[in-house]
């Protein structure tokens, strides 16, 4: 009987080990096809200047200005909110019809098909609130995108927490907002810091929402407001492989956008891996 448990075991871990195996290696595959199909246009000048020829040569600097402001944008808007919620609902609301609701409602709102939320943010922040194509009504519709991933993730990140720091954290004499301050946040921060790590991710991957309410066509200047459209790698590579005037000269620098696309949210997920490798490190010690 023990073998045969430790066979199915065993079995088990094997299926694991190959399907673990199988996503690493589609990983690398796409990302093989990128770097084959994309270091060919790969260059400085392809990284630091605009689009020229009817966007079948130059570079993609304007893109790139504008995805990161984008994605700054869309962090400011929902990590703030969506770390203070997700305190609200784990450290202050009382686990109620009301608390559950709000539950569901989030984790619907995330189910949400992305173009809903375009033209959600054209309806209100474009056209309602007249903020026209911007990176204003851009940075708040990507930020009610990610919104629900940061709340869900920084509440089971609190409810991971003992509920002894926090007893033990009263007993000294400490409020509810300090202990949250104190103890709660910096112990659960490593942790909230995977909804940013995820939010960074889907943001600067998403087109239909800018496609309503911010990406510009062709656009080969640097914003100066807040309320100037922008062009963003994912709408330049969709035109690029879609619509542009010659595609067959414009593929390579589709490719080359792809691969630029992805590093830039590599190194975003490095970057905030360091943080939170740095802020768990310092609770540690």
């Keep these: 009987m023990k073998n045969l448990k430790q066979q199915k075991q065993a079995a088990v871990f094997w299926i ?13 595959w796409i990302l093989g096809f990128l770097l084959v199909k994309g270091m060919g246009v790969l260059s400085w000048e392809f990284i630091t200047t605009a689009p020229k020829n009817e966007m079948t040569s130059g570079g993609i600097f304007p893109a790139i200005v504008g995805t990161l402001c984008l994605v700054t944008g869309s962090m400011l808007v929902a990590f703030p909110i969506g770390v203070m919620s997700g305190i609200y609902l784990n450290e202050y609301a009382r686990n109620g019809w009301t608390v559950r609701f709000i539950r569901i409602m989030t984790n619907n709102l995330s189910s949400i098909p992305s173009i809903v939320f375009g033209l959600f943010g054209m309806a209100l922040f474009v056209n309602t609130l007249g903020f026209g194509d ?16 940061v709340i869900r993730t920084t509440e089971e990140s609190l409810k991971a927490i003992p509920d002894t720091f926090r007893n033990g954290s009263r007993a000294l004499g400490a409020s509810q907002l300090q202990t949250i301050y104190k103890v709660v946040l910096p ?8 909804g940013l790590i995820l939010s960074i991710g889907r943001v600067s991957g998403e087109t239909a929402p800018i496609l309503f309410t911010v990406a510009a066509y062709f656009l080969p200047k640097l914003p100066t407001s807040i309320f100037d459209q922008v062009m963003a790698l994912p709408y330049h590579l969709y035109v690029l492989a879609t619509s542009g005037t010659d595609l067959e000269a414009a593929r390579p620098m589709a490719y080359g956008t792809a691969l630029v696309l992805i590093l830039i949210v590599l190194l975003m997920n490095i970057i905030a891996g360091i943080i939170r490798s740095l802020t768990s490190k310092d609770y540690v010690k």
Aim: charged fraction near 5%; glycine fraction near 8%; hydrophobic fraction near 70%.
């Design 16 to 28: 694991l080990r190959i399907m673990t195996w199988l996503v690493v290696g589609i990983l690398f």
């Design 134 to 149: 911007s990176i204003l009504a851009g940075s708040l519709t990507l930020g009610l995108l990610v919104l629900p991933i």
């Design 187 to 194: 112990i659960a921060f490593p942790n909230i810091m995977t």
